[in-house]
Protein backbone atom coordinates (compact mmCIF):
# COMPACT_ATOMS: atom_id res chain seq x y z
CA UNK A 1 0.00 0.00 0.00
CA UNK A 2 1.38 3.37 -1.42
CA UNK A 3 2.19 6.17 1.40
CA UNK A 4 3.90 8.78 -0.08
CA UNK A 5 2.94 11.48 2.88
CA UNK A 6 4.91 9.15 5.25
CA UNK A 7 7.86 9.69 2.57
CA UNK A 8 7.27 13.04 2.35
CA UNK A 9 7.47 14.03 6.31
CA UNK A 10 10.99 12.51 6.23
CA UNK A 11 12.02 15.44 3.82
CA UNK A 12 14.64 17.76 5.63
CA UNK A 13 13.78 21.45 6.08
CA UNK A 14 15.07 24.53 8.61
CA UNK A 15 13.73 27.13 9.81
CA UNK A 16 13.12 29.98 8.06
CA UNK A 17 11.26 33.70 8.20
CA UNK A 18 10.28 35.51 5.31
CA UNK A 19 10.04 39.47 5.55
CA UNK A 20 8.93 42.26 3.24
CA UNK A 21 7.59 45.71 3.45
CA UNK A 22 3.80 47.05 2.00
CA UNK A 23 3.18 50.96 2.28
CA UNK A 24 6.04 51.18 4.91
CA UNK A 25 5.03 48.29 7.42
CA UNK A 26 6.93 45.13 8.09
CA UNK A 27 5.38 41.92 6.74
CA UNK A 28 6.66 38.07 8.18
CA UNK A 29 5.81 34.84 8.45
CA UNK A 30 7.43 31.41 9.19
CA UNK A 31 8.21 29.31 6.05
CA UNK A 32 10.09 25.94 5.66
CA UNK A 33 9.59 25.21 1.60
CA UNK A 34 13.34 26.37 0.73
CA UNK A 35 16.54 25.43 -1.34
CA UNK A 36 19.27 27.60 -2.93
CA UNK A 37 18.79 27.18 -6.65
CA UNK A 38 22.27 28.52 -8.20
CA UNK A 39 25.28 29.31 -7.37
CA UNK A 40 26.32 31.77 -10.20
CA UNK A 41 24.26 33.35 -9.78
CA UNK A 42 23.05 32.95 -6.71
CA UNK A 43 19.53 31.94 -5.95
CA UNK A 44 16.60 30.84 -3.92
CA UNK A 45 13.15 29.33 -4.25
CA UNK A 46 11.03 30.07 -1.62
CA UNK A 47 7.14 28.18 -1.74
CA UNK A 48 4.46 30.65 -0.18
CA UNK A 49 1.00 28.79 -0.01
CA UNK A 50 -1.36 30.67 -2.26
CA UNK A 51 -3.19 32.50 -0.83
CA UNK A 52 -2.11 33.99 2.36
CA UNK A 53 -1.46 37.38 3.22
CA UNK A 54 2.91 36.77 2.61
CA UNK A 55 2.34 35.13 -0.55
CA UNK A 56 0.44 37.94 -1.56
CA UNK A 57 2.71 40.79 -0.28
CA UNK A 58 5.92 39.43 -2.16
CA UNK A 59 4.06 38.39 -5.48
CA UNK A 60 2.89 42.63 -4.71
CA UNK A 61 6.54 43.29 -3.86
CA UNK A 62 8.65 41.28 -5.65
CA UNK A 63 11.57 41.17 -2.91
CA UNK A 64 12.08 39.33 0.48
CA UNK A 65 14.37 39.10 3.12
CA UNK A 66 14.84 35.22 3.88
CA UNK A 67 15.89 34.72 7.48
CA UNK A 68 17.75 31.67 8.90
CA UNK A 69 16.68 30.74 12.25
CA UNK A 70 18.73 28.90 14.97
CA UNK A 71 17.94 25.74 17.02
CA UNK A 72 17.00 27.81 20.04
CA UNK A 73 14.39 30.22 17.94
CA UNK A 74 11.82 28.22 18.09
CA UNK A 75 9.75 30.11 20.24
CA UNK A 76 10.85 32.94 17.55
CA UNK A 77 9.17 30.90 15.32
CA UNK A 78 6.38 30.72 17.12
CA UNK A 79 5.60 33.98 18.40
CA UNK A 80 5.87 34.68 14.28
CA UNK A 81 3.73 32.37 13.57
CA UNK A 82 1.10 32.87 16.22
CA UNK A 83 0.40 37.12 15.48
CA UNK A 84 0.86 36.25 11.10
CA UNK A 85 -3.18 36.49 9.84
CA UNK A 86 -2.10 39.32 7.81
CA UNK A 87 1.84 38.83 8.27
CA UNK A 88 1.97 40.85 11.20
CA UNK A 89 4.85 40.60 12.98
CA UNK A 90 5.10 40.63 16.91
CA UNK A 91 5.70 44.24 18.35
CA UNK A 92 8.28 43.37 20.44
CA UNK A 93 10.69 42.04 17.99
CA UNK A 94 13.63 43.38 17.12
CA UNK A 95 13.84 44.89 13.53
CA UNK A 96 16.49 46.83 11.84
CA UNK A 97 16.70 47.06 8.02
CA UNK A 98 18.76 46.40 5.02
CA UNK A 99 20.50 48.66 2.82
CA UNK A 100 17.33 48.48 0.59
CA UNK A 101 14.79 49.30 3.41
CA UNK A 102 13.12 45.86 4.04
CA UNK A 103 12.53 44.77 7.46
CA UNK A 104 16.00 42.92 8.90
CA UNK A 105 15.21 40.17 11.98
CA UNK A 106 18.49 41.45 13.95
CA UNK A 107 17.78 38.15 16.01
CA UNK A 108 18.46 35.64 12.97
CA UNK A 109 21.74 34.14 12.39
CA UNK A 110 22.01 34.99 8.78
CA UNK A 111 19.97 36.63 5.95
CA UNK A 112 19.39 36.67 2.55
CA UNK A 113 17.67 39.71 0.13
CA UNK A 114 16.13 38.37 -2.81
CA UNK A 115 14.62 40.05 -6.10
CA UNK A 116 12.00 37.68 -7.24
CA UNK A 117 12.80 36.87 -11.42
CA UNK A 118 10.80 34.31 -12.00
CA UNK A 119 7.55 32.07 -10.41
CA UNK A 120 6.69 28.59 -10.69
CA UNK A 121 3.99 26.44 -9.55
CA UNK A 122 0.53 26.66 -11.62
CA UNK A 123 -0.62 23.57 -10.16
CA UNK A 124 0.51 23.51 -6.53
CA UNK A 125 -0.93 24.67 -3.81
CA UNK A 126 2.19 26.79 -2.83
CA UNK A 127 3.78 29.13 -5.77
CA UNK A 128 7.76 28.82 -6.14
CA UNK A 129 9.01 32.42 -6.02
CA UNK A 130 12.65 32.10 -7.59
CA UNK A 131 14.79 34.70 -7.22
CA UNK A 132 18.52 36.26 -7.42
CA UNK A 133 20.05 37.11 -4.11
CA UNK A 134 21.63 40.60 -3.64
CA UNK A 135 22.66 40.64 -0.60
CA UNK A 136 22.89 38.97 2.75
CA UNK A 137 25.21 38.23 5.67
CA UNK A 138 25.65 35.88 8.37
CA UNK A 139 24.64 37.44 11.46
CA UNK A 140 26.29 35.30 14.38
CA UNK A 141 27.22 32.08 15.12
CA UNK A 142 24.98 29.37 16.11
CA UNK A 143 23.51 25.68 14.95
CA UNK A 144 20.72 26.57 11.73
CA UNK A 145 17.66 24.95 13.03
CA UNK A 146 15.85 21.81 11.17
CA UNK A 147 12.35 21.21 11.76
CA UNK A 148 13.06 17.80 13.19
CA UNK A 149 15.50 19.56 15.41
CA UNK A 150 12.94 21.98 16.87
CA UNK A 151 10.29 19.51 16.99
CA UNK A 152 7.91 20.83 14.39
CA UNK A 153 6.83 19.86 10.85
CA UNK A 154 5.50 21.00 8.00
CA UNK A 155 4.51 18.81 4.48
CA UNK A 156 3.27 15.83 4.28
CA UNK B 1 30.68 43.66 4.27
CA UNK B 2 27.71 41.91 2.74
CA UNK B 3 27.96 38.25 2.37
CA UNK B 4 25.47 36.08 1.24
CA UNK B 5 27.75 32.71 0.76
CA UNK B 6 28.08 32.34 4.33
CA UNK B 7 24.03 32.66 4.47
CA UNK B 8 23.26 30.19 2.38
CA UNK B 9 25.70 27.74 3.88
CA UNK B 10 23.42 27.90 6.78
CA UNK B 11 20.33 26.43 4.94
CA UNK B 12 19.66 23.11 6.16
CA UNK B 13 19.18 20.00 3.75
CA UNK B 14 18.53 16.25 3.63
CA UNK B 15 20.78 14.16 1.71
CA UNK B 16 18.44 12.51 -1.30
CA UNK B 17 19.19 10.39 -4.14
CA UNK B 18 17.14 10.64 -7.47
CA UNK B 19 17.07 7.83 -9.84
CA UNK B 20 15.70 7.45 -13.32
CA UNK B 21 15.93 4.99 -16.35
CA UNK B 22 17.43 5.19 -19.55
CA UNK B 23 17.47 2.65 -22.43
CA UNK B 24 16.69 0.47 -19.68
CA UNK B 25 19.70 1.50 -17.39
CA UNK B 26 19.18 2.58 -14.47
CA UNK B 27 21.12 6.00 -13.45
CA UNK B 28 21.37 7.62 -10.52
CA UNK B 29 22.36 10.89 -8.90
CA UNK B 30 23.17 12.54 -5.18
CA UNK B 31 21.26 15.83 -4.84
CA UNK B 32 20.30 18.22 -2.04
CA UNK B 33 18.45 20.91 -3.56
CA UNK B 34 14.66 19.64 -3.03
CA UNK B 35 11.51 20.79 -1.25
CA UNK B 36 7.97 19.71 -1.16
CA UNK B 37 5.79 22.83 -3.38
CA UNK B 38 2.13 20.99 -2.78
CA UNK B 39 0.43 19.03 0.03
CA UNK B 40 -3.21 18.76 -2.32
CA UNK B 41 -1.53 17.29 -4.96
CA UNK B 42 1.64 16.50 -3.32
CA UNK B 43 4.18 17.86 -5.50
CA UNK B 44 8.07 18.25 -5.17
CA UNK B 45 10.99 20.45 -6.70
CA UNK B 46 14.49 19.08 -7.44
CA UNK B 47 17.04 21.40 -8.38
CA UNK B 48 19.10 19.55 -10.71
CA UNK B 49 22.30 21.30 -12.46
CA UNK B 50 22.24 22.54 -15.77
CA UNK B 51 24.66 19.68 -17.86
CA UNK B 52 24.70 16.95 -15.57
CA UNK B 53 23.82 13.76 -16.87
CA UNK B 54 21.04 13.99 -14.42
CA UNK B 55 19.50 16.79 -15.29
CA UNK B 56 19.88 15.63 -18.80
CA UNK B 57 17.89 12.59 -18.10
CA UNK B 58 15.31 13.62 -16.04
CA UNK B 59 14.32 16.12 -18.05
CA UNK B 60 14.32 13.55 -20.96
CA UNK B 61 12.24 10.89 -19.07
CA UNK B 62 10.25 13.96 -17.56
CA UNK B 63 10.02 11.14 -14.59
CA UNK B 64 12.14 10.25 -11.67
CA UNK B 65 12.12 8.47 -7.72
CA UNK B 66 13.86 11.08 -5.03
CA UNK B 67 15.10 8.90 -2.23
CA UNK B 68 15.70 9.77 1.41
CA UNK B 69 18.71 8.50 2.61
CA UNK B 70 19.28 8.37 6.95
CA UNK B 71 22.13 9.55 9.09
CA UNK B 72 23.85 6.79 9.13
CA UNK B 73 24.15 6.52 5.16
CA UNK B 74 26.76 9.02 4.23
CA UNK B 75 29.07 6.32 2.77
CA UNK B 76 25.94 5.42 0.43
CA UNK B 77 25.55 8.46 -0.63
CA UNK B 78 29.72 8.83 -1.16
CA UNK B 79 29.60 5.59 -3.20
CA UNK B 80 26.58 7.23 -5.36
CA UNK B 81 28.60 10.45 -5.85
CA UNK B 82 32.26 8.46 -7.03
CA UNK B 83 30.41 6.47 -9.61
CA UNK B 84 27.99 9.21 -11.28
CA UNK B 85 30.04 10.75 -13.68
CA UNK B 86 27.32 9.62 -16.10
CA UNK B 87 24.47 9.18 -13.58
CA UNK B 88 25.83 5.23 -13.58
CA UNK B 89 25.21 3.50 -10.05
CA UNK B 90 27.12 1.25 -8.20
CA UNK B 91 27.40 -2.49 -8.86
CA UNK B 92 26.51 -3.50 -5.30
CA UNK B 93 23.51 -1.21 -4.80
CA UNK B 94 20.59 -3.32 -4.00
CA UNK B 95 18.10 -2.22 -6.70
CA UNK B 96 14.71 -2.38 -6.83
CA UNK B 97 11.84 -1.24 -8.82
CA UNK B 98 8.75 0.89 -8.64
CA UNK B 99 5.40 -0.44 -9.74
CA UNK B 100 6.18 1.76 -12.80
CA UNK B 101 9.18 0.19 -13.41
CA UNK B 102 11.48 2.98 -12.46
CA UNK B 103 14.94 1.88 -10.29
CA UNK B 104 14.41 1.59 -6.20
CA UNK B 105 17.18 1.89 -3.91
CA UNK B 106 15.62 -1.19 -1.60
CA UNK B 107 18.11 0.64 1.31
CA UNK B 108 17.07 3.79 1.00
CA UNK B 109 14.72 5.48 4.18
CA UNK B 110 11.70 6.33 2.09
CA UNK B 111 11.24 7.43 -1.85
CA UNK B 112 8.73 9.51 -3.57
CA UNK B 113 8.18 8.64 -7.83
CA UNK B 114 7.42 11.71 -9.78
CA UNK B 115 6.20 12.61 -13.12
CA UNK B 116 7.45 16.25 -14.01
CA UNK B 117 4.95 18.97 -14.61
CA UNK B 118 6.71 22.09 -15.14
CA UNK B 119 10.28 23.23 -14.95
CA UNK B 120 12.07 26.28 -14.08
CA UNK B 121 15.45 28.19 -13.64
CA UNK B 122 15.65 30.14 -17.07
CA UNK B 123 18.38 31.98 -15.07
CA UNK B 124 19.59 29.73 -12.37
CA UNK B 125 22.52 26.90 -12.48
CA UNK B 126 20.49 24.51 -11.76
CA UNK B 127 17.11 23.65 -13.19
CA UNK B 128 14.47 22.92 -10.82
CA UNK B 129 11.78 19.87 -11.65
CA UNK B 130 8.75 20.65 -10.32
CA UNK B 131 6.65 17.33 -10.67
CA UNK B 132 3.67 15.70 -8.94
CA UNK B 133 4.30 12.77 -6.78
CA UNK B 134 1.96 9.34 -7.86
CA UNK B 135 3.50 6.93 -5.89
CA UNK B 136 5.51 6.76 -2.64
CA UNK B 137 6.38 5.21 0.58
CA UNK B 138 8.22 4.66 3.66
CA UNK B 139 10.63 1.55 3.63
CA UNK B 140 11.65 1.77 7.61
CA UNK B 141 12.30 3.62 10.21
CA UNK B 142 14.91 5.77 10.66
CA UNK B 143 16.26 9.22 10.75
CA UNK B 144 16.55 11.55 7.63
CA UNK B 145 19.88 12.47 7.06
CA UNK B 146 20.69 16.56 7.60
CA UNK B 147 23.90 17.72 5.59
CA UNK B 148 24.90 19.12 8.58
CA UNK B 149 24.61 15.53 10.55
CA UNK B 150 26.79 13.69 7.81
CA UNK B 151 29.55 16.72 7.62
CA UNK B 152 28.31 17.33 3.44
CA UNK B 153 27.71 20.70 2.08
CA UNK B 154 26.37 22.17 -1.17
CA UNK B 155 25.15 25.24 -2.12
CA UNK B 156 26.73 28.40 -0.72
Chains 1, 2 share one sequence.
Request: zero cysteines; glycine letters at 10%; hydrophobic letters at 35%.
Amino acid sequence: MSNPSKALRDFTYGLYVVTTEINGEPKGAVVSFVTQVSSSPKAVAVGLRKGTAIHDFVRQTGKFVLHVLSVEQKSLAESIYKSGQGADLPQELALGKTESGLPLLRDALSWVEVRVTEEAGEKTDHRLFIGEVVDGDKIRDGKPASLFDVGLSYGG
